[in-house]
Antibody, heavy 121, light 107 residues
Framework: EVQLVESGGGLVKPGGSLRLSCAGS????????MSWVRQAPGKGLEWVAF????????YYADSVKGRFTISRDNAKNSLYLQMNSLRVEDTAVYYC??????????????WGKGTTVTVSS | SYVLTQPPSVSVALGEAARITCGGY??????VHWYQQKPGQAPVLVMY???NRPSGIPERFSGSNSGNTATLTINRVEAGDEADFYC??????????FGGGTKLTVL
């Protein structure tokens, strides 16, 4: 079964840091690009960051650029999101998702259950 | 930045057809994807590249895209279809963009 499992969420103070992890199983993790997507409480989905299979391409949403860093370890079938200088508005459920390229587009076909990040003093 | 506009809510009677729209400038020139999210659960891909159903998605789900509007249609709506639905596109400038979401209520 294809599966993604996030971990690492928690409560952190504004200005603090947190590292999220996502473990992939049931598929050739190293062959697929990955994304992080978040959802603030009661709000919609917001794409956060993308990393290609080879790590050659990395992109970020403007809202997190310069503060968040996406990375992966294909030997460990794992995806990471290092979050620094956290703000109250970063409070959300963070999902990792498998990112699929298609003709002139990308979509996310497998999602984890998410991990909750709360930024509060 | 590219903006996708969805109605906040759509209501439909059990067994009828539900149509959820996603508006964007010249969206017909883009490939639109749709996700269903039930309360407390992760999103699930239900349509990709306008009108392609992933494995396991019922044939009752279909999609279309033209001009400035893309539409997800759910025929013979069931109580279990009640959820939030999000459209998504990839834009060269804005990267991966989601619509604001539509809450589907089955009456």
């Amino acid at each position: 079964e294809v599966q993604l499992v996030e971990s690492g969420g928690g409560l952190v103070k504004p200005g603090g840091s947190l590292r999220l992890s996502c473990a992939g199983s049931g598929f050739a993790f190293s062959d697929f690009s990955m994304s992080w997507v978040r959802q603030a409480p009661g709000k919609g989905l917001e794409w956060v960051a993308f990393i290609s299979a080879s790590q050659y391409s990395i992109y970020y949403a403007d809202s997190v650029k310069g503060r968040f860093t996406i990375s992966r370890d294909n030997a460990k079938n794992s995806l990471y999101l290092q979050m620094n200088s956290l703000r109250v508005e970063d409070t959300a459920v963070y999902y990792c998702a498998r990112d699929i390229p298609a003709v002139l587009t990308y979509y996310m076909d497998v999602w984890g259950k998410g991990t909750t990040v709360t930024v509060s003093s | 930045s590219y903006v996708l506009t969805q109605p906040p809510s759509v209501s439909v009677a059990l067994g009828e057809a539900a149509r959820i729209t996603c508006g964007g400038y010249n969206i017909g020139s883009k490939n639109v994807h749709w996700y269903q999210q039930k309360p407390g659960q992760a999103p699930v891909l239900v349509m990709y590249s306008d009108n392609n159903r992933p494995s396991g998605i019922p044939e009752r789900f279909s999609g279309s895209n033209s001009g400035n509007t893309a539409t997800l249609t759910i025929n013979r709506v069931e109580a279990g279809d009640e959820a939030d639905f999000y459209c998504q596109v990839w834009d060269n400038d804005s990267d991966r963009v989601f619509g604001g979401g539509t809450k589907l209520t089955v009456l």
